[in-house]
């Protein structure tokens, strides 16, 4: 049985530019995020994997076409009720890390809370520095810290305020393969032990085998799904896709 989506879209389209620079960057795509899962989105570049998750995440408008996070339309929001959303429901972790350079790992943990003036469930916090292995790193400034502990930050960070959704975008692209294989384990952890829903951008078939379902983009439409992914699999979708664009 499927779980109820956490974030769905209908009938999504965006357009980048007008005339000769217009680019249909997603073309009428019907899309769900089941609760309490992880999604990886692939697809060859371009192919809109980032405009999809900009545009449920709310960080970018539709040209039309309709996103719900929970039961709420994204379209009905004011720029501050979106603002709030991003905030409190939703968690970000990029490929660039974006880090506050002068708050403590802890500080950076806890600052989407600060700014909404909530204080931190300490269960809650307790279990995700365990899960991040920061304990001893807590009051060091990113500067101090590997790349790989950074990202370990920033994905705290994002879980710190219980979100509906965390967003990954290429997560691990500016990792190594031990501190890759630290942060998806950790993305993993965070739905299968903190119940989080999880969806992820990624161009390496290692990392989305640690989905439960893969989405594959090719030119701004849905054209494949994969559940129970082993990377060999993605792999061999990946190759088709890659043939049938060129
Ligand atoms: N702000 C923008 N203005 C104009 N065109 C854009 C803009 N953002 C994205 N595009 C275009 O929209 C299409 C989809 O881009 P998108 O970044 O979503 O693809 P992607 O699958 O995430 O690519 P990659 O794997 O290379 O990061 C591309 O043709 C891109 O050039």
């Given amino acids: 049985m499927q779980n109820q989506p956490a974030a769905r879209a209908r009938a999504l389209t965006k357009v980048y530019g007008d005339g000769d620079s217009r680019v249909v960057a997603l073309s009428s795509v019907d899309v769900e995020f089941y609760s309490g899962r992880f999604t990886a989105i692939m697809g060859p570049s371009g192919s809109g994997k980032s405009t999809l998750m900009h545009c449920v995440a709310g960080l970018d408008a539709p040209t039309s076409g309709e996103v719900f996070l929970g039961d709420a339309e994204l379209a009905d929001m004011t720029d501050n009720q979106l603002t709030a959303l991003r905030r409190d429901r939703v968690g970000f972790v990029f490929q660039a890390f974006n880090l506050l350079p002068t708050l403590t790992a802890w500080e950076n943990i806890t600052l989407p809370l600060d700014l909404a003036g909530r204080e931190p469930d300490r269960e809650l916090a307790d279990a995700i520095v365990d899960a991040v292995g920061l304990r001893d790193r807590l009051h060091h400034r ?97 190759k088709h896709l890659e043939r049938v664009a060129v």
């Fill in 142 to 238: 990113p500067a101090q810290l590997s790349g790989g502990q950074q990202q370990r930050v920033a994905c705290a960070r994002a879980l710190i305020t219980n979100p509906d959704v965390v967003f990954a975008d290429e997560p691990t692209g500016a990792l190594d393969s031990r501190s890759s294989a630290d942060l998806l384990d950790l993305l993993r952890t965070s739905v299968d032990r903190f119940g989080r829903t999880v969806v992820m951008v990624t161009h390496e078939p290692a990392a989305a085998a640690y989905a439960d379902r893969v989405l594959f983009l090719a030119d701004g439409r849905l054209v494949d799904e994969l559940t129970a992914p082993t990377a060999d699999r993605v792999l061999d979708r990946m």
